[in-house]
């Protein structure tokens, strides 16, 4: 061996003997309560008012509560103060304040988990794990109850008026809870996989039968015609396609032929004819024209109706004899005789129209 090789080797020697120390040190030094690999170690976040987590012990939801929280509990690394592997230190040790502190923490996120009437049965419990277990041991046999409960609950639930993904949610809740409630089957043969299969089954047609038929009756037609049956995923992925399909027919609205906007004419006096009756149709441009109160014609109010101030002279050579009412016979007709033989001519003047009419001389009355 060489000089280099043994300077190399007796420096790669010295290096680990001062890590070996360094560990050594750290390890006789470093707090348990700073150290973060450990159960007593508390983080900035970890206080008294924390909820862990959204779901409160009621007593009938003993089993997700307790999967909830225990998820909760591994998430900080205080499951060991509830399942009594963590035991409590000696008095006097180093480790007891830790001990002490931590298990407090966990009394207090218990409490805030559980309903208020359960406070006082636990109130004075000195140790997370007594509440663990007297809490297991009152509401864990009730998951007999629990499971009858959620199965009857999966054959009444029906979609309805649900979408898919909020009928879908709803039954996997059911279902997941039953995985927590039922007994765990452990084993290592191939029937194992068998049965989860056909459980995916017995649910796929749970979930089929209750699914809106007068929507997707073609759709389940196919999920149960095909060999083997899909997946409960796949199933779903087909009837959301499905629901999708139907909504984009649903929002196109047909188009219509635009109609005229129409205005009835106002009704007129009942002294007028059956014509002058008859319902109008003004269009935009007439709307603000006004109308007679007595002929019901536009163009003038009944002040200036010519059947009630009389016609001008000329009103039959104007082409307007006939239409509608103008065509009738006009009153206070006077005959006046000529000064100088018998034949008499009638001038058809109306009576009291003299500068009544607007827009007609005196000479084109006359």
């Not at 794990?129 to 998951?143: M, N, P, Q, T, V």
Request: hydrophobic letters at 30%; a neutral charge; one cysteine or more.
């Amino acid at each position: 061996m060489t000089n280099d090789d043994k300077t190399e080797a007796s420096t790669v020697t010295a290096a680990n003997t001062l890590l070996s120390a360094l560990s050594a040190s750290k390890s006789h030094t470093l707090h348990p309560m700073n150290d973060i690999t450990s159960p007593y170690y508390l983080s900035n976040v970890d206080c008294s008012t924390t909820s862990l987590i959204t779901i409160v012990l009621t007593g009938t939801n003993y089993s997700i509560w307790k999967r909830t929280m225990t998820n909760a509990l591994k998430g900080r690394n205080k499951l060991s103060f509830v399942d009594g592997s963590l035991e409590k230190p000696s008095p006097g040790s180093k480790e007891e304040f830790a001990w002490e502190k931590c298990n407090f923490m966990v009394i207090t996120w218990l409490n805030n988990s559980i309903a208020p009437e359960l406070h006082s049965s636990v109130a004075f419990y000195e140790e997370a794990h007594d509440i663990w277990k007297d809490l297991h041991e009152r509401f864990a046999g009730s998951d007999h109850a629990r499971l009858f409960e959620l199965k009857d609950m999966i054959y009444q639930t029906k979609q309805d008026n649900m979408s898919v993904s909020e009928y879908y949610t709803k039954m996997k809740s059911f279902w997941d809870e039953i995985n927590i409630v039922s007994k765990v089957l452990n084993c290592s043969c191939g029937g194992l996989k068998e049965l989860q299969a056909e459980r995916e089954q017995e649910r796929l047609h749970q979930f089929l039968c209750g699914i809106n038929m007068d929507k997707f009756k073609t759709v389940r037609s196919q999920i149960l015609s095909m060999d083997p049956l899909p997946a409960i995923n796949r199933a779903y992925a087909m009837l959301i396609t499905e629901e999708k399909k139907l909504s984009i027919g649903s929002s196109r609205v047909p188009i219509e032929a635009a109609a005229f906007a129409v205005k009835p004419s106002q009704k007129p006096s009942p002294n007028v004819n059956q014509s002058s009756q008859q319902t109008r149709v003004i269009n935009e441009e007439e709307s603000d024209k006004p109308i007679c109160g007595h002929c019901g014609k536009l163009g003038h109010l009944k002040e200036r109706c010519y059947e009630l101030i009389g016609y001008p002279a000329d009103w039959d050579t104007r082409g307007n004899r006939g239409r509608g009412l103008g065509g009738r016979q006009q009153q206070g007709t006077v005959h006046t005789a000529t000064s100088g033989g018998g034949t008499s001519s009638s001038q058809q003047v109306a009576a009291g129209t003299n500068n009544q009419i607007p827009g007609l001389t005196h000479e084109q009355i006359t």
